[in-house]
Structure formats: C-alpha cells, structure tokens
C-alpha cells in the first residue's frame, strides 16, 4: 500500500491511483461552466485492488482537491454520492438545485 498514489490528470479530466506508476483506479470528470464546475460521472478501482478503501481515499482526494480550487460538483457517479452521503462534510461543493439521479 505504500506505493499506492494518488494523482489528478487534469489532460485526461481524472483522478488516478497508481500503484507503482501503473494506473489501478480512476474517477473520471466533466469540466462544465468553464471549469468551474466538475461532473464526476464513473468512479472504478481494478478488481485485485478491491476491498482496500481505494475508492473511498480517490474520492476524498478529488474532493479535497476540487474544494481547493474553489469548485463546485454534480456527482452522476454512484459511488460519489454515497461517498456524500457517508460524508457530509462535503455537500458543500455540490451545485445549488442538483437533483441527483436514482441510485
């Protein structure tokens, strides 16, 4: 686990884990509104690396760095929302009116 990273690749609008520097995970976003706002669409960590809390720390990581960059978000993926759901703390980067989609 010590190997694992974490890193934005804002060319391919993702946040990547890496393990080693082989890319293990993803969340995958959709600049809107002229970057000031992030459509995380799909979050996914490779099967071997399940079950590790990976997607959870993705997640969190993305968030923190949106919140950093003075973001806002609308989380389609499922994962993200319950990510929001379990941490409330950042329902504040989510856009004023979203309704989110049925999980």
Avoid: N
């Avoid at 974490?6 to 600049?31: N, Q, S």
């Avoid at 590790?52 to 989380?75: E, N, S, T």
């Amino acid at each position: 686990m010590d190997r694992i990273e974490i890193v934005w690749a804002p060319d391919l609008h993702r946040y990547e884990l890496r393990d080693a520097g082989k890319r293990i995970g993803m969340t995958l976003y959709r600049p809107q509104e002229k970057g000031e706002v992030y459509a995380f669409d799909h979050t996914e960590v490779h099967e071997g690396y399940s079950g590790l809390g990976l997607a959870g720390r993705l997640v969190q990581f993305a968030l923190d760095d949106v919140r950093a960059r003075g973001v806002k978000i609308r989380p389609y993926c499922p994962y993200v929302r319950a990510f929001l759901r379990r941490h409330p703390e950042y329902q504040d980067l989510v856009v004023e009116g979203f309704v989110s989609p049925e999980d």
